[in-house]
């Protein structure tokens, strides 16, 4: 009969570098997209350019009694 037993040692091998930053990536479009939304709804969300119009002069009159 043949002897099945085997000294030799064995060891598993698990690599657990590369294939990562894709949470990075994702953050980054996140931000790139709510930049980019801001950026067209400024007008509706009030960030953009006001129309007021700021008076040149102030004409006051001051009442000593």
Known sequence: MA???DDTDRTTIVETGGGGGGGVL???L????VLVLLYVFRAQLGLGHSN?????TVNV???HS
């Open 30 to 33: 996140l931000i790139i997209v």
């Open 61 to 63: 009159n001051v009442n």
């Open 52 to 56: 007021s119009v700021i008076p040149s």
């Open 3 to 5: 002897d099945d037993r």
């Open 26 to 28: 994702a953050v980054v």
